[in-house]
């Protein structure tokens, strides 16, 4: 009986294997659920490179595939957790060299590559647990993941990825330097305290561009990830292309994290929330065609998942509209459920 769903690499992919989830770019169509997948079919995907994986049907062999799923999602959290502690270490000890070294950050970042690249699960994992209160370890490696999640979507080079990652997990490293009082401090700091926080971009860069043979464009990275499109970031205020693309990739994770972390500048009523505001920043804040490259993939990783809903109903996530982020089309036990038509209705969470 063809019950359980497993996620397959497009590399893997067999004519006849049948899809357990709907694929759409741009609102069009690519693979429908529950239809067999042809070899054009295949061949589509990967020209599009819209997914690294495809979830089909199996025999269901296990007694409890729930149970299966929740050991999965906590085995790649506490890889989170153990990823964030090792960036603890690391930055501690390449602090206090006379000389900076990359050798401990490229193998750090090498890492996350390797363990990272089920995309579908790093996603989730972020969505359903964000950075928590940790606003430099575990939030520089949620935010690495997704840089180097959204470079590989972006089409960049292997040398590219590779440098965008180190850029990503030492974005924050200024923050070390900063007073625990400023950077732990909840709610709204002062001006002062504002003033503060601002310089730990420069303060990483500088520190970052002191390591021998490490190409500029990392430190650039780490320096212009707070700058906007329309210069209204700090600590440059520089505009558009003068803002180095790896800081654009990661003005995007950073984001994400922020959003999926609760600290956003206001509460957020969930998730579907969180991928709007993205939306809404690619218009002069963040890059446009880097966020809308984000948001086609992101939203087919929310496609089949369960939420739940303001008053507490549980559905599934059928379609979600790019024209109209907040409100999916859903299905519960009664039928299909367009948010659209239901105003007091809103995704509060995503469950598993």
């Not at 529950?34 to 995907?45: N, P």
């Not at 730990?200 to 561009?209: E, L, R």
Request: charged share 25%; net charge negative.
């Amino acid at each position: 009986m063809l019950s359980k769903k497993k996620l397959v690499r497009i590399s893997e992919l067999e004519p006849g294997m049948i899809s357990a989830s709907d694929i759409t770019f741009e609102n069009k169509m690519l693979l429908a659920k529950d239809i067999a997948i042809t070899e054009s079919a295949i061949e589509k995907l990967k020209q599009n490179i819209i997914v690294d994986e495809v979830e089909i049907y199996v025999e269901d062999t296990s007694e409890d595939p729930l149970t299966a799923k929740i050991e999965t999602v906590q085995e790649l959290e506490n890889t989170f957790n153990e990823f964030s502690y090792n960036l603890e270490n690391i930055f501690d000890t390449i602090s206090n060299l006379k000389a900076p070294e990359i050798k401990e950050v490229r193998t750090f970042s090498e890492k996350i590559q390797e363990e990272f690249n089920s995309t579908g699960l790093v996603i989730k994992n972020i969505v359903f647990h964000g950075s928590g209160n940790d606003t430099i370890y575990r939030h520089s490696v949620n935010v690495a993941a997704v840089s180097f999640i959204l470079g590989k979507w972006l089409g960049f080079s292997k040398r590219d990825i590779n440098l965008l990652t180190y850029s990503a997990v030492l974005h924050d490293f200024g923050k070390i330097k900063i007073s625990k009082d400023v950077i732990n401090k909840e709610g709204n700091l002062t001006p002062e305290e504002y003033k503060i926080f601002k310089t730990h971009p420069a303060i990483g860069y500088n520190f970052v561009k002191e390591i021998p043979y490490l190409d500029s464009s990392v430190s650039y990275g780490v320096l212009m990830h707070h700058e906007r499109m329309d210069g209204s970031g700090y600590p440059l205020g520089i505009k558009e292309d003068k803002i180095h693309k790896f800081a654009r990739v990661i003005a995007i994770a950073d984001l994400f994290d922020d959003l999926s972390s609760n600290r956003y500048c206001k509460e957020l009523s969930g998730p579907f929330e969180a991928l709007e505001i993205i939306q809404q920043q690619s218009l002069g804040k963040l890059d446009c065609q880097y966020c809308t490259m984000f948001l086609n993939h992101i939203v087919n990783y929310y496609m089949g998942e369960n939420v739940l809903l303001n008053n507490e109903q549980c559905c599934k996530v059928i379609q979600v509209d790019m024209n109209d982020l907040r409100n999916p089309l859903l299905l519960d036990d009664n039928g299909f459920l367009d948010l659209k038509k239901e105003k007091d209705l809103y995704v509060k969470k995503l469950v598993i």
